[in-house]
């Protein structure tokens, strides 16, 4: 499998910022503690310490908040514990009600949200850990500090990845590593003080408990979900929210973890056209809606909106198109909606 670079992962997964959790924390509405890296709330991690840890911790709230987190990915792969009260989790188009005791699992490319979009009385534990991918089809490499044995890694690295049901039943077990990581936060007051050793064996633990759970579970497996393929089906959905950046083949190739042959391949297979001509007809797509809904707008500023390089390119492939100009279009469209 190929695990290029991803030349512009920082803008599609990058840390949410948690703005609102951190205004609610500093206004005294809950609880926050956490280890971090980048822009996470709480004490931050030394390199030596942990690394491949993104963030870690825990969130209490006594009330309901008029807050939540919007939609997000994150760099790494993320697991939530909800050990009291209830909470409503979004993923794509499906939202679950989550319980106490619910874990769940998310991956970079997965876009989700916590709150709906309000977070109601509860404590929910997080860890976001960095296995070195950004997208279905690239191999897992876990942090050197895991240290299950190399049968059991793979089986846990085989299930996350060929199994991306998102919200699990646990046991007590799950919960008390968590809440003995949730401990070892709080004793965190300086970087000098992180119980390294300590939280490194918990981690592990919470880690084999959670194979013990997907085992007993039967999990079905599904290979497809870590093709190729796939990876640019996620692609080419993003680019319908996406088809304003000014994007080229070796970027779209970069964002894939892909060689450009590769993409177009599966492109072509998904969409029978090159990605490029794929990003073309999405922006037409666009700009003919913007023309009809936007009537404020001139046809050059619609252009520019929808990533055209020039007014008169746009012009021209719109023409191919749909036959008529930009303008007319519009026209057209209006006479007949009268």
């Known amino acids: 499998m190929n695990n290029q670079p991803n030349k512009n992962f920082y803008e ?13 924390a500093d206004s005294g509405d809950l609880e926050v503690k956490g280890l971090r890296r980048s822009n996470y709330p709480g004490l931050k991690l030394p390199d030596e310490v942990l690394p491949g840890i993104y963030s870690l911790g825990y969130w209490d709230a006594k009330k309901n908040q008029n807050w939540g987190l919007g939609w997000h990915r994150n760099e790494g792969i993320e697991f939530t514990f909800l050990s009291s009260g209830g909470l409503d989790f979004s993923l794509g188009n499906k939202t679950f009600k989550l319980r106490p005791g619910n874990l769940t699992v998310t991956r970079p490319w997965q876009l989700h949200r916590v709150g709906n979009p309000n977070i109601t009385v509860g404590k929910l ?4 850990i960095d296995v070195d ?6 191999d897992w490499i876990w942090p050197d500090w895991i240290v299950l044995s190399k049968k059991d890694l793979s089986e ?3 299930i996350l990845r060929q199994n991306e049901m998102p919200v699990w039943k646990t046991s007590e077990v799950l919960n008390v590593c968590f809440t003995e990581i949730g401990k070892c936060i709080e004793e965190s007051k300086t970087e000098g003080q992180i119980p390294h050793s300590k939280l490194t064996i918990l981690i592990n ?3 084999l408990q959670m194979l013990d759970l997907f085992r007993k579970g039967q999990v079905e497996l599904d290979e497809s979900l870590i093709v190729n393929l796939r990876t640019v089906e996620i692609f080419l959905d993003h680019l319908q929210t996406d088809f ?3 994007w080229t083949l070796d970027e779209m190739a970069g964002h894939c973890g892909m060689g450009i042959t590769s993409l177009t ?9 090159t990605p490029i001509n794929y990003l073309i007809k999405i922006r037409l797509e666009a ?9 404020d707008k001139g046809v050059g500023e619609i252009s520019y909106d929808c990533g055209f390089s020039s007014s008169q390119y746009f012009a021209t492939t719109f023409r191919k198109q749909y036959a008529v100009s930009p303008k007319d279009y519009r026209a057209n469209l209006l006479l007949a909606k009268k």
């Open 12 to 24: 599609i997964y990058s840390a949410d910022r948690c703005e609102s959790l951190i205004s609610a």
């Open 125 to 128: 534990y997080w860890m976001i």
């Open 133 to 138: 991918v950004r997208q279905p089809h690239q």
């Open 156 to 158: 846990l690295t085989k």
């Open 205 to 207: 633990q919470l880690l």
């Open 244 to 246: 304003e950046r000014h």
């Open 265 to 273: 391949k599966y492109c072509k297979q998904l969409s029978n056209l």
């Open 287 to 295: 700009a003919a809606k913007m023309l009809l809904d936007d009537g």
